[in-house]
């Protein structure tokens, strides 16, 4: 449970009290058990990608081989070791970008290693190749996806995440607390949030101010023994880390970053008596350029080639259910704020702006929802078929040609409408070094329910925190967006 206030520490410890928490062995050995599960998890989706590969291209999963049952054994603990090493057994903290970056980094170097393993003992002639790489490709399928639906059913159930303590202004502390407990993906579930001595002069009239010492007894009476300690000043880290230190088993410092999300791609580097902190900023590596450029052109020239059909039957069903052209042509902000024509399936009847400037001047509550989200739900501008197209993100696949043009990529922030330019606010800065492409954080995460400042800010956090591996969570995360209709009108 979370407190509303600062509950005084005599209420809590009161033996017939209501608000004590009784602890059960899924909150006492939280780390251990949900690092078992993971590698339970590991191991039989593992399995699920070996048992497939032998039952696809050798019609047999029983009756394996002695060569191959030792083989198989070799890979799994070479897997697990490698995801062990690689970080991937903590279940705490780890964003689902970073988790597939090390589970594909590390499923690699396994069947490398056991590769290797197999030339060295001159065993490879007997192993069909095209069996491991057949098993090492759905293994990068069905592990993180067995993951995802492990992690969401202990959500479900309320087992995932370890308990912890949240030390801090109390306002920002239940704004936090809030936070994790909707994201319980990242393995953080907070109990109870406490105010100490260091934030004293920000409490509020009626919070009660614990000791160190109180909270510890606290903590240990409830067996929690993480805390997240919230910072404002970083020049203050080390009082604050020896002030904490050896009170909790696990002290974990948590910075606002206020829409900047600079401090997320900071490396440590250890000079001896000297810290170092080293800003990673992919988006200026011209490797990186090279790859993402290559993969939007060949993701641009197959999309249109498989689906020139169904953009074909789209064209035909536009012309034949309202006047006008097929096609929407309309000037936004590209890279380096250039002005490009991107290029939209028409959704909406001629003449779409003197009908907006009459329903908005009609309805200010109509109104009132344009101002802040630059869309209407029930725009009364879009056609029958500009409904359906819009409603399955139809409409936005001729801008595949924008790609092939160079003006767009596949994923980045959404390109702006000249309008827009003051409405990004400081965020345009980094815009403007990136290309806009056709999905992008904003449209998975809420879309159109999602207000303008909002998606300012999501594309800052994917211009400042881009790689690859989020490029390909996006596109995964959008399918699933697309088939859902989330967020989409």
């Known amino acids: 449970m979370i407190s509303e206030n600062c509950i005084p520490l005599e209420e809590l ?9 009784h602890r059960t062995f899924f909150d006492i050995y939280s780390r251990l058990w949900m690092a078992g599960v993971l590698i339970f998890t590991d191991m039989f989706c593992l399995c699920i990608a070996i048992a497939i ?3 696809t291209l050798t019609h047999t999963v029983f009756n394996l081989s002695l060569a191959y049952d030792k083989l198989f054994a070799l890979l799994a603990i070479v897997v697990a070791l490698k995801f062990y090493r690689s970080g991937l057994y903590s279940a705490i903290g780890l964003h689902y970008i970073d988790e597939l970056e090390r589970l594909v980094n590390g499923l690699g170097s396994s069947f490398v290693i056991v590769l290797a393993v197999t030339f060295l003992f001159q065993t490879s002639l007997f192993y069909s190749r095209l069996l491991i790489l ?14 995802y639906l492990v992690r969401r059913l202990l959500i479900y159930w309320g087992l995932w995440g370890l308990p912890v303590v949240i030390i801090g202004c109390q306002d920002r502390a239940k704004t936090l607390a809030a936070e994790l407990r909707i994201n319980l993906h990242h393995g953080i579930r907070p109990d109870i949030i ?9 409490a509020r009239a009626n919070c009660t101010v614990f000791t160190l010492e109180q909270i510890s007894a606290y903590c240990k009476r409830l067996s929690i023994q ?5 910072i404002d000043d970083m020049n203050d880290l080390d009082n604050i880390v020896d002030h904490y230190r050896f009170t909790f088993n696990r002290v974990i410092l948590i910075k606002d970053q206020v829409g900047q999300y600079g401090l997320n791609n900071l490396v440590p580097l250890d000079f001896v008596t000297t810290l170092g902190l080293q800003v990673k900023n992919h988006l200026l590596s011209w490797q990186a350029q090279i790859w993402k450029k290559l993969i939007d052109v060949l993701g641009a020239f197959f999309g249109l080639l498989l689906l020139a059909p169904w953009l074909g039957l789209a064209a035909l069903l536009i012309s034949l259910d309202s006047p006008g052209r097929v096609f929407y042509r309309q000037p936004r902000l590209g890279r380096r704020g250039e002005h490009f024509e991107l290029i939209k399936f028409r959704t909406m009847h001629i003449h779409a702006d003197e009908i ?16 802040s989200y630059q869309k209407l739900k029930d725009d009364p501008r879009v056609t029958r078929v500009g409904k359906f197209l819009r409603k399955f993100s139809l409409d936005e696949l001729p801008q595949l040609w924008n790609i092939l043009r160079g003006e767009m990529s596949l994923v980045g922030p959404r390109p702006i409408m000249l309008g827009q330019r003051e409405m990004y606010g400081v965020g345009y800065k980094d815009y403007i070094h ?33 790689s690859m591996w989020m490029d390909i969570f996006i596109l995964v995360k959008t399918i699933k967006v697309v088939l859902w209709r989330d967020g989409a009108y």
Not at 13 to 21: A, D, L, V, Y
């Open 13 to 21: 410890f009161e033996t017939g009290s209501e608000k004590r928490i």
């Open 53 to 55: 590969a032998l039952q």
């Open 134 to 147: 057949s098993t090492w490709l759905l293994g990068i399928v069905f592990i993180p996806l067995g993951r």
């Open 194 to 202: 406490l105010c100490d001595e260091r934030y004293a002069e920000h």
């Open 226 to 230: 993480d805390a997240l300690i919230m």
């Open 356 to 371: 907006l400037k009459m329903e908005l001047a009609r309805d200010p509550l109509l109104k009132q929802e344009w101002d």
């Open 434 to 466: 990136v290309t806009p492409g056709i999905t992008g954080l904003w449209q998975v995460s809420g879309r159109n329910r999602t207000s303008f400042a909002r998606r300012a800010e999501l594309d800052g956090e994917y211009i400042q925190r881009w």
